[in-house]
């Protein structure tokens, strides 16, 4: 498979050569769903606690006596009836909600999620990125010549989850500068997971015959 190769100010400078299995994936919906909702409850940490009624203070008299009140038989006021009693099926945080997700499942979830989003115009390949300094400046004139690309004009006025920019390797300039940006992400792009591809509407793969060999061939 071929896509555009752009440069970063904006101008398509080739073509490159991505592979099949990343790009080339059905959409699988069940898959998909599984994995996000799974991955998202193992990174789950319970916080909210309930005292059932044998952990709450008091109630070890019976309140009244079991006959002859006219009332209500009762012999806690520790019961979930009771105000100031414990709570029935409420939340615990000794609860496990992990679940299994294989390595590969995340992998074609992942593929499939790419793939729907190079079909649909929200992948961009560019050559190279490279910052002398850590500067702001510098790294929002690099998203607005990105911005001028056709059908990525959104990435430079949506205020909110607009791109995620996958690095070959680690650059800390480029780290530092787009670190004050909060619609937006940089990162090496071994380290996408299913929920930032989904996350994020705009992908920008840089230098994309380094970065995709990392996250190719996983499954």
Known sequence: MNAPLHNISGKEIGSVTIPEDVFGTHWNADLVHQVITSMQTNARTPVAHAKTRGEVRGGGKKPWKQKGTGRARHGSTRSPIWVGGGVAHGPRNEKNFDRKVSKKMKAKALYTILSRKFKEGEILFVDALSIKAAK????KVMLSNIAGIKGFEKLGTKRK?????????RDEAIFRSFGNFNNGTVDELRNISPIDALTYTYLVVVNPEQSLQSISGKI
């Open 161 to 169: 989850n607009a791109f995620y920019i996958g690095l070959p390797a």
């Open 136 to 139: 702001a400046k510098e790294a």
